[in-house]
């Protein structure tokens, strides 16, 4: 109907090929009582002359119930042998189920493996049963991976001895020869199982889907700090599998808050900031430190314009908003009171994550905690909870710090 009405090249060829099919309906199902609803239908799409005829046709057509088939197993006629039926029963199916380790520790889901090392692959197999004609279990790995990029092991475990359900152990060695990029897509891989010679179904259940994140911190750092470098690739993962994201933005957001993650580490390492601030002179410095950043360069933005409001800084659209507090210390807890704020740019901005910067200046009489600590992230839903949340992810930079050996008397 729709082509009819915007007048494309032969439009009416879906006419044309209905009504020849309804005519032989009308011939087929002539002289049936029961078919008599769908005779009628097909005479009405034979004599139709006015597209909006196809509405009624397809309202009645819709209301027509359809006959439910019926399946029934029938008993074949032959010679049977001692009276017993000749009817073999369903084949028998193996469940096997599999939780792997790497170099003696469960696998994670993502598991972070250093590349061109390698490492130990542990198996542990429960399998339901063991058919008679089967010889040995062979376990192996299958992926869409770039092939040369990978060495997974393939395992194989011949029969063993007593009753089922049998529990198998095997060990074998893994190998990704390359690191990846660390915004990238953790590499998949999945187990199957099969009997030699092949006699049965195998359901490999548990742990057969092995997600492999390919990272070294050393030869591809991203912060400049190893602790950082983990804690936003943990953050990575756990936006990944929330909801649907796009890459583009997402890469954008974990680079921003790298780099930031980078200046919380420095800011305790050589303590940046040794005294209290005012938010313009903590944006000040902020904004020196991240330009300096071959990453971040000229597309730092200061004070871009975004629902309503101007926000501090910002890079390819992820909106930065910054905060000072020079007398609280600056917990978790407080920190999560400033992200409606950076929502709100969020969302004014079509984004889907923003991210919030805090220098904590007030008075420290203890030692601050790892960086890596200070940098977390937090979900702001929409009013009535319904939708998509905004993801802010959040910097706690620590500054006024006291002297070492302050703390020791």
Known sequence: MRRVRAAEVDADRFLRSAKPLARDLVRDNKGSNRRDRIREISTRVVGLTDVDEVPMVAQTLLCTPLPLPIFADLPLRGPASDGASSKAGPPEIVVAFTSFEMNGSAFGNPQTVQPEVVHDLNVQVTVSSWPEAAKELVLEPASVEPAGTYDLPRFRFERPQ???????????????????????????????????????????????????????????????????????????????RVGIVADSELNNFLLFLSVLGGVAAQAVQDHLFPTKYSKPEFQLELKKLLRRSPRIGSQLEEHPRAAGGITDLSFRGIRL??????????SHETAKQFSQQTAQYVAGSDRQFGILVILDASPKTEAPGLPANDIFATAVSPPGGDGSPIRIGVVIIRGNLSKPSDLSR
């Open 321 to 330: 908003e910054l905060k000072v507090e020079n007398e609280q210390f600056v």
């Open 162 to 240: 007593g009753e089922a359900p049998f529990i198998l152990r095997g060990s074998g060695r893994l190998v990704i020869r390359y690191p990846m990029v660390e915004y990238a897509r953790p590499l998949e891989f999945a187990y199957g199982a099969w009997f030699s010679p092949e006699v049965h179904q195998v359901l490999v259940r548990g742990h057969r889907e092995l997600r492999v994140r390919s990272f070294d911190p050393e030869r591809n750092p991203e912060s400049g700090y190893v602790q950082v470098d983990k804690r936003i690739a943990e953050l990575r993962d756990q936006v990944r």
